[in-house]
């Protein structure tokens, strides 16, 4: 069975991975510093699809111990890389601290590969590499403006990534993940951050009581209801990209593939109260507030690419994305420490 070690692992996004990894019949080495995520997530994706995972408690600011994870994991045939620090508005106020992390980070990461032979990697960007696009849906070729440190730094490491491809002939995959919301159907494993800065898991928090309301911010956009429009695409799908873009990896190596990850339509804030609300059967109290800086009207994938060349599509709506996201947060008021 291949090999796959998936930095960040005990995350969101990589814990679901590991779930699809895993039932593909992937091999899966987990290395996490746990500085955003918990033990026990790992034990819940174990014990979902009865299946072991070899884990590694390492920073990759580590590079030593980094190595010897490199040096004991023999025959690794891919990365797929989450570990980084992801929060804008921490971005601005911290640049240092997100450089550090992100860039040192993966560049170490990288350098450790190299030097064990390992040439395939699966890299989470963002669509925030794309700013405040000229139109929508975007494409991969639009123009790359990201307008804050966090987004630079996936910036900076795609192109790091494009280099090491040209020099190197790695094989490289980066997916530009659009809203990742949802949690896995068996309700057993979710997002648990510790403050809840993206829309979906506030609104979450707001209809189980934890918070008393949800601020909207802004409803003066040019858009339909005033609020803003975004992609949100269930983790399940996404994780599911990541198991695609490894089989991409085998049809078509040696490249560089760039694809974005989202449904292709659109929601605005109030729609997905509005549709929390009926699933739940919650009061969500909102109030309007002021726009958040940075923020931009409108942000939708264009999935073509990806639909085409890594034969993925989206199976999941809105639907499935807040039951799931409900059922994560009714039965985990206090998240894994429930
Ligand atoms: N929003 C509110 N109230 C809140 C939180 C969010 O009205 O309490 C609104 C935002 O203004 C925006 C929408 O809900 O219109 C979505 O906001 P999120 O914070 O959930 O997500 P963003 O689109 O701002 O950012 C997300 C990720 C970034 C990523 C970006 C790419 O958090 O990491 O998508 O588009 F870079």
């Not at 990894?21 to 994706?45: H, M, P, T, W």
Request: charged content about 20%; aromatic content about 8%; hydrophobic content about 35%.
């Amino acid at each position: 069975m291949k090999k796959i070690l998936v930095t960040g692992g005990s995350g969101y996004i990589g814990s679901h991975t590991c779930i699809e990894l895993l039932n593909a019949g992937f091999d899966v080495i987990v290395v996490d510093d746990f500085s955003n995520s918990v033990a026990e997530a790992i034990n819940r994706v174990e014990k979902i699809t009865n299946k072991k995972i070899t884990f590694h408690q390492v920073n990759l600011l580590d590079k030593k111990s980094l190595n010897n994870v490199f040096h004991q994991e023999e025959n690794i045939h891919a990365v797929i890389h989450f570990a980084a620090l992801k929060a804008v508005g921490e971005s601005v106020a911290h640049p240092l601290e997100y450089y550090t992390n992100n860039i040192t980070g993966s560049l170490n990461l990288f350098e450790v590969m190299k030097n064990h032979n390992v040439s395939n990697i699966v890299f989470s960007s963002s669509a925030t590499v794309y700013g405040d696009p000229e139109t929508t849906p975007i494409k991969e070729n639009a123009k790359i403006q990201a307008t804050n440190p966090y987004g630079h730094s996936k910036v900076m490491m795609e192109q790091i990534l494009i280099d090491t491809n040209i020099a190197h002939q790695w094989g490289v995959v980066i997916l530009r993940y659009f809203n990742p919301v949802g949690a896995h159907p068996s309700g057993k494993i979710g997002e648990d951050p510790e403050y809840p800065n993206n829309l979906l898991p506030f609104v979450s928090q707001v209809a189980a009581g934890i918070r008393e309301q949800v601020t909207i911010f802004g409803d003066d956009y040019q858009t339909p209801d005033g609020t803003g429009i975004r992609d949100y695409i269930h983790v399940v799908d996404l994780a599911r990209a990541h198991v695609k873009s490894i089989e991409k990896l085998n049809t078509s190596p040696k490249q560089t593939h760039i694809f974005n990850v989202g449904t292709g339509t659109g929601y605005s804030v109030k729609q997905i109260i509005e549709t929390f609300r009926r699933i739940s059967g919650k009061k969500i109290k909102t109030v309007i507030g002021p726009r958040r800086p940075g923020d931009i009207a409108e942000c939708t994938a264009d999935t073509s690419l990806a639909n085409k060349e890594l034969n993925w599509h989206a199976e999941f709506g809105l639907k499935e994305m807040i039951e799931s996201a409900w059922k994560w947060q009714s039965t985990h008021p206090n998240g894994y420490k429930s």
